[in-house]
Nanobody, 123 residues
Framework: QLVESGGGLVQPGGLLRLSCTSS????????IGWFRQAPGREREAISCITRRGGDTKYRNTMEGRVAMFRDNANNTVYLQLNSLKTEDTAVYYC??????????????????WGQGTQVTVSS
C-alpha cells in the first residue's frame, strides 16, 4: 500500500515536496516511479528511481525542475518540484515495481499505486 502526500495549491514559480511512503513494504526493495495525470490527459511519467540504489530518470521536459530521492530511514521516496508552472497542475501518483532491471516509465510496468495527491498551480 502506497500513500502520497504533500500536494496543495501553490503559485507559479513556487515549489512543493511530495512524499510516497508505505506502512507495509520496504520501498528500498522496489523501483519507484512518480506519474501525474491532468484532467482529460493520459497518465505520464515524471521520474523513477531504481531499487536499493538511487539511479534516477527524469522526464525531459521537467529535468532541472524536479528531483527524486529516497529517505530509507523513513521508508519514504520524495519528489521535489521546483519552479512550478500552471501546466504542472495534475494529480500526482507514486507507483512501485518489483524485480530486477532498471526503473521504467510506462504506467503498465508498475503493479502498486497510491491514491494520488492533487497539485494545483495557480495565481
Amino acid at each position: 500500500q502506497l500513500v502520497e502526500s504533500g500536494g496543495g495549491l501553490v503559485q507559479p514559480g513556487g515549489l512543493l515536496r511530495l512524499s510516497c511512503t508505505s506502512s507495509t513494504n520496504n520501498l528500498n526493495e522496489y523501483h519507484i516511479g512518480w506519474f501525474r495525470q491532468a484532467p482529460g490527459r493520459e497518465r505520464e511519467a515524471i521520474s523513477c528511481i531504481t531499487r536499493r540504489g538511487g539511479d534516477t530518470k527524469y522526464r525531459n521536459t521537467m529535468e532541472g525542475r524536479v528531483a527524486m530521492f529516497r529517505d530509507n530511514a523513513n521508508n519514504t521516496v520524495y519528489l521535489q518540484l521546483n519552479s512550478l508552472k500552471t501546466e504542472d497542475t495534475a494529480v500526482y501518483y507514486c507507483a512501485a515495481r518489483g524485480g530486477l532491471g532498471s526503473c521504467r516509465t510506462l504506467p503498465g510496468d508498475y503493479g502498486h499505486w497510491g491514491q494520488g495527491t492533487q497539485v494545483t498551480v495557480s495565481s
